[in-house]
């Protein structure tokens, strides 16, 4: 045991993990040890014959699992961003194991017994409000978890949680599979379209796998552009097919059936909650509270964005026939033409903007943007660990120099690493025992070439998730399980959203958006017009969005998941909803990892644009200041970043803006406003 680095102190700069001595043989002997104590820590409280209080029950609950949450933090983390088929092995055998005893945790009745005795005298225990809202939340999600229900229920329940952790395994891992296995090759005469960048990264992809020539893969950095610049129509059809299909295109790796039983699982653990569908079990611990709500405000941008994309359709169709192409727009055109119109109304050439869009400076301008909001710091630092020799590694500083985390950036997309862009953490920020830092990581999946350039969507993306970084970095909680992004699902996504907004500042801009040979700045000019595009295609974007966070809710509401035709309710629910042709689901059953390969969004990508709706609202008192780094107001957004859970999220917003958050400012900000 003491030669396994997962169960030894860590003697590496601020505690980040030692990358280099972990193997995926380390992690079966880890995990049975931290099971093991967390289960003698939790019996421990349990059977405490002292009276329940804050400090000997709730506090003990927050110190418990240390050992299970430093390992398990490593392992998730790895799986994510540098899959091998060791690691994959371990998680489908560990996976279910990790899910039952999650389960028994919060199924514990000793457990439940004191919280439920201290909830019960929640208004005489004279708690600060971090404390009372610590205890308002452990105390509910027992009871969500079903702690209140007979054995035979709960171990049910258990049964629930393990299955679907198999479920959610298989899901992801065949996802990747699919995105891993297919490549499309390029020869020299089928580039035409494609700007540098491109062709630069399909030659290193190529070299990646051992081809000849130029690849496209399956990597949204890579068949997205392709899809947007490729001359080809016959290969763009053939790549987005294939893209479509990600979750089916092996049939020993069919996700469909792996949907139709989680949705069957989740129905039943509903049921046994007490809940109608599991949309409404969900939604009770959110912000909207009802499924009705969240299908209110994206029914609310539906028909808009529906009329909005009708339009541009029409513009695009007009557009191809114009060139000589009288065919109808279908899904593998829509980018293609949709750029060509862009070019053409605001004067933008994509592949022309992109030199002025270099990775490096646009990491410069997140940095800059969060000191000038925040007054926090990140310099690199070469002796921090790093699992993957394309992660950069930053110490984060306060103004005054003192240390406030850790920072791994990992950019490019590889093979083992999922697609998508997401914000994960190795630690979260706590001041229980003394203040312990965070170490917190961002991923893209941005093609790697030298140099990288990024799309505006890319820099966009960049931008967005270093706003999940920051909600990690700034906490100030003093829980763990308060801490960063420990926060009500539809208010998760407003810290990274709001960020967003400071990549379309002009100042920002005038900084950072310069060309990568040059030197120049981006041109007034262009500028002007880029800034004015913001809204193009804002009708397909948001068709895209919506439709995908309709079908998330219809199918946590179908009444018998387990007799579901997932193919025929698709194509249902599309008729039903009168989809445009040709906009197909941005995120169709068979490969929505945010819904199946674990349950964070299930029931809940409506949260994005629920969060939405405070971004756009939050981002407009800046403009009403006008001044886009607004000291008084910068100084309220920190205070929501450093919050974490320990306040109702609208209590949060309402103490950031003054009042709650007015839905029109979506529609204002996409462009969707009659």
Known sequence: MTENPLLRPWTTPFGVPPFDLIRAGHFAPAFDAALAAHLTEIAAIGDNPAPPDFANTMEALERAGGMLTRIASVFF??????ATPELQAVERDWAPKLARHRSAIALDPGIFSRVAALHARIDTLALAPDQKRLLERRYQGLVRAGAALDQATRDRLTELSTRLATLHTSFGQNVLADENDWQMVLAPDQLGGLPDSLVQAAREAAKERGAEGYVITLARSSVEPFLTFSTERALREKAWRAWVARGALHPDRDNAALVKEILALRAERARLLGHADFAEYRLVDTMAR?????????????????RRAAAEREELAAMARAAGHNDPIEAWDWRFWAERARQQKHAIDAGALKPYFALDAMLAAVFDTAKRLFSIRFEERADIPRYHQDVRAFEVTDA???????????????????SGAWMSSFRVADALDGRVSPIIVNNNNVAKASPTL??????RTLFHEFGHALHGLLSTARYPSQSGTAVLGDFVEFPSQVMENWLSVPDVLRRYAKHVETGEPLPEALLEKLLAARNEGQGFATVEYVSSALIDLALHRVASPETLDLAAFESDFLREIDMPDAIGLRHRPIHFGHLFAGGGYAAGYY????????????????????????????????????AGDTKDPMDLYVGFRGRKPAVDALLRKRGLAA
């Not at 009802?290 to 529906?306: C, I, M, S, V």
């Not at 005054?400 to 999922?418: P, Y």
């Open 400 to 418: 005054d120099g003192a240390h406030r985390g850790v920072f791994l950036l990992d950019n490019f997309a590889r093979s083992g690493k999922r």
């Open 607 to 642: 949260f994005y644009l629920w969060a939405e709706v405070l971004d756009a609202d939050g981002f407009e008192a800046f403009e009403e200041a006008g001044d886009p780094f607004h000291a008084d107001l910068a100084a309220r957004l920190k205070a929501v970043f450093e």
């Open 290 to 306: 009802t499924p009705e709500a969240a299908e209110g405000l994206l029914r609310a941008a539906w028909e808009p964005a529906k």
């Open 77 to 82: 983390n790895l799986t994510l961003s540098q």
């Open 454 to 459: 990024l799309s505006f969507d890319d820099a």
